[in-house]
Nanobody
Framework: QLRLVESGGALVQPGGSLTLSCEAS????????IGWFRQAPGKEAEGVSC????????FYEDSVKGRFTISRDNIKKLVYLQMNNLKPEDTAVYYC???????????????????????RGQGTQVTVSS
């Protein structure tokens, strides 16, 4: 059973940066694709980024392209989401989720077909405000 715990959320001013971490335990992280989702109050969750397991292909939702970077360190069992030039509309609870044996999962994370994985964390709050 994979357990995911997010950290790194905070209050930040517009234009600022944050790095979120998703720490995995309980299983071998390298077999999983990892996606980052966010959910703002009153809105549905949306996938913002995803990284595949073996070849570490990365995917981004259009509104975060060029601002967010996803990466992973399978040895440390961590997945990161570096967020730059943050905007008020980035305010949300961010959570990571994991899926395996589904070669199209990352694509469906970004196109909105799925809003979860087999495993997910509790989330961390990101607030962008002056």
């Amino acid at each position: 059973q994979l357990r995911l715990v997010e950290s790194g959320g905070a209050l930040v001013q517009p234009g600022g940066s944050l790095t979120l971490s998703c720490e995995a335990s309980g299983d071998n992280l390298k077999i999983y694709d990892i996606g980052w989702f966010r959910q703002a109050p009153g809105k549905e969750a949306e996938g913002v980024s995803c990284i595949t397991n073996n070849d570490e292909l990365t995917f981004y939702e259009d509104s975060v392209k060029g601002r967010f970077t996803i990466s992973r360190d399978n040895i440390k069992k961590l997945v990161y989401l570096q967020m730059n030039n943050l905007k008020p509309e980035d305010t949300a609870v961010y959570y990571c989720a994991a899926e395996f044996l589904n070669p199209v999962w990352c694509t469906t994370v970004i196109d909105g077909t799925v809003r979860h994985g087999t495993f997910r964390g509790q989330g961390t709050q990101v607030t962008v405000s002056s």
